[in-house]
């Protein structure tokens, strides 16, 4: 045999052995633990859907789907690790709509929002609660502009991060009321509610996982949410919109992981995604904190980042957010 026909039967042969690897790789997948990153801490919007999600999901797969949070940096820490993993489909995300305010609130981040992800589905969307104690003397959001129109600087916000959503409601917030608030970002979690529960914070912007317990309890009043159109869940709290015509935020959920995973696998998590979400008591739970279930293609997915990057860039502009370091 020739050298160049040993180079072509070579070649031809490691052609055929990569071909047949790959259906393979897909048809085994997963063959060990998915490890499922969140960028916030327990008891979060993002904490509450990812345990759903991996518990379905695991029953669903036969592996386990293990929930790692890596919180602060309003989730960047998480996505940059995710960012950087091998896009094999054993490290994905669960990305908040806050990941498209990151994307035109930095200066620089060590990923790029958009093209560094694999987008495999949109999972759930929601609105946001502008919240107080129930003893706070403040009733409507009226009553918070007056006040803070009275006291500028001296009322404070939460959010769960710097470049969380729930910091550009509360912007916004400000820009339109023409108002002046601290804001004060936790890391997520329940600490925003405990410090609103303990006086340390004068106003909660949050989620309705975290607030609508809270609300059905009687702990805290709702003033607003965020949706510029009354939210199902949520009877009683009136759109922003109502006192400050134009208002409009919604949020959502999403599951993604490195770029350059195989189309096999994102297919096959694409389904157990839909699967979980059609779960009756994923579903349930995910109705009863008030989100609603919103299951995607990659491509809609991708395309509502894509989107939502651009419009809350122009709000940052607008409102005049200092862009983050």
Known sequence: MTPTIRAIVLAAALATATLGAQPADADTYPSRPITFL??????????????????????????????????????????????????????????????AVSAGLYKHLPFDPLNDFTWISMTTSFTFVISVRAESPYKTLKDVIAAAKANPGKMSFSSVGIGSTQQLCG?????MAGINMIHVPYKGGTAPLTDLLGGQIDIMVDTNTVTTPQLKGGKIRGLGESSDKPWPSLPGVPPIAETLPGYNVLGWTSVAGPKGMPKAIVDRLNA??????????VKARIEDVGNLVSPSTPEEMRNLMASDSAKFKKVIEQANIPLQD
Do not use: C, W
Request: aromatic share 4%; glycine share 14%; proline share 8%.
């Open 38 to 99: 969140i960028g916030f801490g327990a008891g979060g919007n993002a904490d509450v859907i990812s345990r759903l999600l991996g518990a379905a999901m695991s029953d669903s797969m036969g592996q386990p789907v293990v929930i790692e949070p890596h919180p602060g940096a309003g989730g960047n820490i998480a996505a940059e690790r995710a960012a950087k993993a091998k896009p094999d489909g054993y490290t994905i995300i669960l990305l908040p709509s806050g990941h």
């Open 272 to 281: 157990e995604v839909r699967k979980a979400l059609a779960n009756p008591t």
């Open 171 to 175: 912007e916004l917030f400000k820009s």
